[in-house]
């Protein structure tokens, strides 16, 4: 199984609501990524986990909340978004950072906060 | 902070012809990928480069690392539609694999 999955493909949400982003993985990776890409915009780094721990936070607003339960999953939990938070949300894994080998990209959730 | 430049912004070919896109990075590059994007979805993974001089290929695309390590190419050679989409780079300058930034695309359209 060489692919990251993300759930939901499409999220609509309101300023006052709390929702969740899902990512999984089954290649034995060890660290994870949270990426956000705006509108004609290459993707940016917000979050990375390595070996289940918190390594990277790139001054993310504390709306956003990651977690990582286990090795496969990884959450992205909202709450309280603006507009501007509007985004495709990509999720990747690779091996530890470390190795420098390639990211696998989830196919995204397109998040729309009204 | 690292920054890729990507030329040229958008390139539309037609289907059979060569093509080149460029990234130049402001700092040394540790680490140079590219992947590949359609319209809002996920990136595939292309290729890695990671000495100077590097050069390697997959089917028709080609890409090299310059020796100086700033600058890569990414060439086409006989494109076809299913090459359309968002050439992007992305590099881990910094010297830790898990921070990569990426380069500001190339969107490539691919004419019958």
């Known amino acids: 199984d060489t692919e990251v999955t993300q759930t939901p493909k499409h999220l609509v949400m309101g300023m006052t609501n709390k929702k969740s982003l899902k990512c999984e993985q089954h290649m034995g990776h060890r660290a994870m990524y949270w990426y956000k890409q705006k509108a004609k915009k290459p993707p940016e780094l917000m979050f990375v986990y390595s070996y289940e721990k918190l390594s990277i936070n790139e001054s993310v607003p504390s709306r956003f909340s990651p977690e990582c339960p286990n090795s496969s999953l990884l959450n992205l939990h909202l709450h309280a978004l603006q507009p501007e938070d509007s985004a495709l949300y990509l999720c990747a894994s690779s091996q530890p950072p470390d190795r420098r080998d390639e990211q696998f990209f989830g196919p995204g959730t397109r998040l729309t906060v009204l | 902070s690292q920054e890729l430049e990507q030329s040229p912004q958008s390139l539309i070919v037609q289907e059979g012809k060569n093509l080149t896109i460029n990234c130049t990075s402001s700092k040394t590059l540790y680490g140079l990928y590219w992947y590949k994007q359609k319209y809002g979805e996920g990136l595939i993974f292309l290729m890695m480069?990671?000495?100077?001089?590097e050069e390697k290929s997959h089917e028709k695309i080609t890409a090299k690392l310059d020796e100086k390590k700033q600058q890569s190419s990414l060439h086409i050679t006989a494109s076809q539609p299913s090459h359309a989409g968002i050439y992007l780079c992305g590099a881990d300058g910094s010297g830790t694999a898990s921070k990569l930034t990426f380069g500001t695309g190339t969107r490539l359209q691919v004419t019958l």
């Open positions: 480069l990671q000495k100077g001089g």
